[in-house]
């Protein structure tokens, strides 16, 4: 979920005080830079099927958004991401001040793509109640529940719409 920090730099200064370390502005600057580096080749390794469906969607001239409940070093970091050429539109928590499961973030998304959110399909894991955030808007909602990824979060087992196993089941779901 959101953390409400803006930068490495303030998440790293975050940690200090935690510690009572007292670090230079330079050691500061620093650390954000080693721990921006460490998101960026984090996004650079998408799950396998992810570039192949973006750009199938794209060829049938679907568009296709990213809502993230990211902290602003991670949306810094998605510009160097594979995938961020493949999103028409990414709407990060941390840029517009609202957080998943809030349905306006999901009506801000379906704006910035320039449809009702009716037409908006939104897949997602199911953390934060995201799912059901998105069908108060009145986007429908598929979960992506992974096997060997599943967790023990209650929002994902709580899901009692429907399920997707692979990204690719996704192409399925679409015309």
Do not use: H
Not at 18 to 31: C, H, I, R
Not at 143 to 151: G, K, S, Y
């Amino acid at each position: 979920m959101n953390s409400g920090v803006a930068s490495c730099e303030e998440y790293i200064k975050r940690i200090c005080i935690q510690f009572y370390a007292n670090p230079t502005e330079g050691e500061v600057a620093s650390a954000g830079c080693v721990f921006l580096d460490s998101i960026r080749r984090l996004l650079a390794v998408p799950r396998n099927e992810a570039s192949g469906v973006l750009a199938a969607l794209r060829r049938r001239g679907l568009r296709t958004g990213l809502v993230s409940n990211a902290a602003g070093y991670v949306a810094d970091g998605w510009r160097d991401s594979p995938l961020a050429p493949l999103f028409d539109v990414a709407v990060f928590s941390c840029s517009v001040g609202l957080t998943k499961p809030d349905p306006e973030i999901y009506a801000l998304a379906s704006r910035r793509l320039e449809a009702l959110p009716s037409q908006c399909l939104y897949i997602a894991d199911g953390k934060y109640r995201e799912l059901s955030g998105a069908e108060a808007v009145g986007m429908k909602a598929v979960q992506l529940r992974v096997p060997r990824e599943t967790d023990n979060d209650d929002d994902r087992q709580r899901w009692s719409g429907p399920v997707i196993s692979s990204l690719t089941d996704l192409l399925s779901l679409v015309a």
